[in-house]
């Protein structure tokens, strides 16, 4: 059973921060890059932030470069989106989720990932 679980959503202020994080079962983490979306109601899902297996390699989105850094602790399958100076408009259900392929490559489509966790809401106020 391939599973990505979510936590450390909730309401801040903007300039606040969080870090989200999202536990993986072993089969679902190791040997894949990883990556964090976003959504908020009526729109598409965005992307936010990738990384490659090591971590070594990472990508985000223009919206949140400079504020957000996604990182992962593969011995605890764990992936991280520290989220820094955060804006109203971040205000979103945030979901983690695995590339399909084991090869990293810079894209932002979600078409490239095949699964993904629950979501936890982050809401930012103004």
């Known amino acids: 059973q391939v599973e990505l679980v979510e936590s450390g959503g909730g309401l801040v202020q903007a300039g606040g921060s969080l870090r989200l994080s999202c536990v993986a079962s072993?089969?679902?983490?190791?040997?894949?890059?990883m990556g964090w979306f976003r959504q908020t109601p009526g729109k598409e899902r965005e992307f936010v932030a990738d990384t490659s297996q090591s971590g070594s390699t990472t990508g985000y989105a223009d919206s949140v470069k400079g504020r957000f850094t996604i990182s992962r602790d593969n011995a605890k399958n764990t992936l991280f989106l520290q989220m820094n100076s955060l804006k109203p408009e971040d205000t979103a259900v945030y979901f983690c989720?695995?590339?399909?392929?084991?090869?990293?490559?810079?894209?932002?489509?979600?078409?490239?990932?095949?699964?993904w966790g629950q979501g936890t809401q982050v809401t930012v106020s103004s």
């Open positions: 072993r089969r679902a983490f190791s040997g894949y890059p």
């Open positions: 989720a695995r590339k399909r392929s084991f090869f990293y490559s810079p894209t932002q489509s979600e078409n490239e990932y095949d699964k």
